[in-house]
């Protein structure tokens, strides 16, 4: 049995699945809180949103070469992307990193962490039907249908009578939106591409070009940031470590497994989100209704993963 296929044997498993597509939603959901944590120790809370792009960058070319090295080291040889594989590094820089987190840290600015975390579960959405269209084997079910409306359910119930502020801002709630379909495209496409390539690799070089990609939009707009003390080292460590390890562990679920049931896991984000905004920025979150949400998107994902389905 050569190496994919022991990959393919341990990601597709039920436990495994569960245990890894956990820790990345974990992983995610702190980002909310971590990114206002960093707005402040950056002191760009009030800045522009080319300040913000140039911090997005400088997290993401980080995250990629931590993803690179350790998958230099791991191989105990350099490895680098081949000329095969430019097109999915580049769409996914593209989709996944530059267009993603330009919508992403601009909503943010508009945003609570608690509500941008609810709206930017509508990608969950996003995934399990671009799936559909695009992958000839991740076909809608009734299952899907079902763990979706659970799940999206569940965060509407963390959003109720929650004293998170109403209405509607392009800048604000449309563009998280437009976030929250980029990470769902960007599953499409690393599915497409991941075939034949290690997830290491697509994920570190598109992370790696993605970044610079934001640096240099950030710049051209005038962006800048300063380094103001050992706080900004640790908050743009954390940002970059989480990012590497979410990515790549992501890339590896999504390459083994159908697209469709692994963004039911999706739901969990908004949850870790909710309750991390709650605990590290003092936002409302405290109560039954978290705990309610929880329990909805896990029985959504219990029936599209751990049912048998009837085709």
């Known amino acids: 049995m050569d190496r994919e296929q022991k990959e393919r044997a341990f990601y597709t498993k039920k436990a495994v699945i569960l245990i890894i597509a956990v820790i990345a939603m974990a992983l995610w959901g702190s980002a909310f809180p971590a990114i206002k944590i960093g707005y402040e120790v950056f002191r760009i809370t009030d800045g522009t949103a080319a300040d913000k792009l140039v911090f997005a960058g400088v997290r993401f070319i980080l995250a990629g070469l931590l993803v690179t090295a350790y998958n230099c080291a791991a191989s105990r040889s350099l490895v680098l992307p081949q000329k095969k594989d430019a097109r999915g590094i580049i769409l996914l820089a593209l989709v996944q990193t530059w267009l993603e987190y330009i919508f992403f840290y601009i909503s943010l600015t508009h945003l609570s962490g608690v509500k941008g975390s609810i709206i930017n579960a509508m990608g969950n959405f996003f995934a399990v039907i671009l799936a559909a269209i695009f992958l000839k084997n991740d076909k809608m079910t009734l299952a899907k249908v079902a763990g979706c409306a659970l799940g999206f359910a569940g965060i509407v119930i963390c959003n109720l009578g929650g004293g998170i502020e109403s209405g509607f801002s392009l800048m604000g709630e449309g563009f998280m939106m437009l976030a929250a379909f980029c990470f769902a495209m960007g599953g ?116 599209v993963n751990y049912r048998k389905e009837s085709q």
Not at 221 to 243: D, E, K, P, Q, T
Request: charged residues 10%.
């Open 188 to 303: 499409v496409i690393t599915k497409i591409y991941a075939q034949g390539t290690e997830p290491a690799v697509l994920t570190g070089s598109q992370l790696a070009l993605g970044g610079v990609m934001l640096c240099v939009t950030g710049a051209a707009f005038g962006g800048r940031i300063a380094f103001y003390g050992m706080g900004c080292v640790w908050s743009m460590a954390y940002l970059a470590v989480l990012s590497a390890l979410a990515f790549t562990l992501w890339a590896k679920l999504i390459k083994y497994n159908p697209v469709g049931k692994i963004s039911l896991f999706g739901f969990l984000n908004p949850v870790f989100g909710v309750i991390l905004s709650g605990i590290f920025l003092g936002e409302n979150f405290f109560d039954i209704r978290p705990v309610a949400a929880l329990v909805m998107v896990c029985v959504g994902i219990y029936i």
